[in-house]
């Protein structure tokens, strides 16, 4: 299948920072061939099967969400106002116990649906329960993702076994699923969750199967203060010390609570933050240094977290929240720059999910795009698109979203989910689970 999109604005995020202001992309099995100025000619137009008029709309790539757990959406807004132990231990993990598979599913269900209305076209999911089941419904979707089993390992070593095995298991049948639609890694919940040398047997199976580790780390300063009274070294230093860094392509979760020399171990070893504003603010864990992590060459990208601690999946508001907040606690305009923050939401997070050929419209890239259309008030006047995107965006503003060159939304219509019945169920569910029956 061979599609053109033309008459559009196209916001490439390449190396040059291009901006087309009226031009065309050209996409064959799943990849850009030609981005170019002004219009395709008729022998271009003669060789594709559909040309699409996009009538001055924006297309710039996907949005790339590098943590959250979508399976947690029906948790949304039902504790507002406590920190994230107390959150866990009193609300969520109870009401997790309840999670049936039905649940389980509607509630991803729902979380795609979000995520491809406001424009993200690749997620990662860090949970526990019907991985295999919600891969299928990823394929299914048309959406990319990183998905893997989290383990929590305050348990026995036969059941540490069992979560490892199993969290293997899953992670090699299903890397590069899909067309490469679909990858995996190994997730070790965190040290709070999961004593060192768990951790340690984790990385080495990992480091055996040549997949990435995911974890949350240094979210909390309750974390801190735990790990240095257990270890009497800071989280992020004991995977140092225990040599766990080196040689493993990491992506930590948060990284709130890190100081100067922190920065320079994670860029020396080549691992990635995932930064999610919002769930640290709402749950009073804190800002994370972002300013310095990037002026170190640290690989940040944007994440979500759960509805349940955010509340929504929005990556426009993360892009927002993510730049106004270094440049307000560090009292300094440019502190992160406008550009920053786009590529956080883009090509940084292809580099944190180790996607390759993804993130920006250039040829031989993924044709994972947006289109969002400029004629609101909000984006006037349109000239200035770069700061339209990051300060004045909305998810509304989303048209049309494509992955791997096939369409999921067209004309705010979603293709591959059926919104109006998941949105019901997942109502009737919740419902259902609160009241017992």
């Given amino acids: 299948m061979s599609t053109i999109i033309r008459n559009a604005r196209i916001v490439t995020m390449n190396k040059e920072k291009q901006v087309i202001n009226r031009g065309y992309v050209w996409m064959k099995n799943g990849f850009f061939i030609r981005v170019e100025e002004g219009e395709p000619d008729n022998e271009i137009r003669g060789k594709a099967n559909e040309v699409v008029d996009a009538k001055g709309k924006w297309l710039m790539p996907g949005l790339i969400n590098t943590h959250g757990h979508p399976a947690m959406t029906l948790m949304r807004g039902m504790s507002d106002d406590l920190p994230l132990n107390e959150w866990l231990e009193q609300d969520i993990w109870p009401f997790e116990s309840k999670l049936d598979e039905r649940a389980t599913k509607v509630s991803r269900e729902l979380a795609m649906v979000e995520m491809i209305k406001s424009g ?7 949970y526990h329960l019907h991985l295999p089941d919600f891969a299928e419904a990823v394929l299914q979707s048309g959406m990319r993702a990183t998905l893997m089993r989290s383990v929590i390992g305050l348990c026995s070593k036969e059941e540490q076994d069992a979560k ?13 699923k899909g067309d490469g639609r679909i990858q995996t890694m190994l997730a070790p919940h965190a040290l709070y969750t999961c004593p060192p040398d768990y951790v340690e047997r984790i990385v080495e199976a990992a480091r055996d199967a040549k997949l990435p580790v995911h974890m949350h780390l240094a979210e909390t300063r309750k974390e801190i203060t735990d790990v240095m009274d257990n270890e009497g070294i800071h989280p992020l230093e004991l995977l ?12 930590f979760a948060h990284g709130v609570h890190m100081h100067e020399q922190h920065m320079e171990l994670l860029q020396s070893r080549n691992a ?8 640290n603010l709402k749950l009073g864990s804190g800002v994370a240094p972002v300013a310095s992590m990037l002026k170190h060459g640290v690989i940040v990208g944007l994440g979500t977290d759960s509805a349940a601690s955010n509340n929504t999946l929005d990556l426009f508001e993360e892009m927002r929240m993510a730049i106004l907040l270094q440049r307000g606690i560090n009292e300094q305009a440019d502190m992160v720059e406008t550009i920053e923050a786009l590529q956080m939401a883009t090509t940084s997070g292809a580099q944190a999910l180790r996607f390759d050929h993804l993130g920006t419209i250039e040829q031989g890239k993924l044709a994972d795009f947006i289109l969002l259309d400029p004629r609101l008030p909000h984006l006037q006047p349109e ?6 995107l990051v300060f004045a965006a909305k998810a509304s503003d989303v048209t049309d979203v494509f992955v791997q060159g096939t369409p999921l939304m067209k004309d705010n219509v979603l293709l591959t989910l059926d919104e109006e019945a998941i949105m019901y169920e997942a109502n009737r569910v919740y419902r259902r689970l609160n009241d017992g029956k």
């Fill in 120 to 126: 993200t076209t690749t997620f990662l999911d860090m």
């Fill in 164 to 176: 490892l095995n199993e969290s293997l298991a899953f992670a090699c049948e299903w890397h590069k």
């Fill in 240 to 251: 140092e010390d225990r040599h766990l860094l080196e040689g493993t392509e990491w992506l």
């Fill in 272 to 279: 990635a933050i995932s930064h999610n504003p919002k769930s």
């Fill in 383 to 388: 000239e200035n698109i770069l700061s339209h």
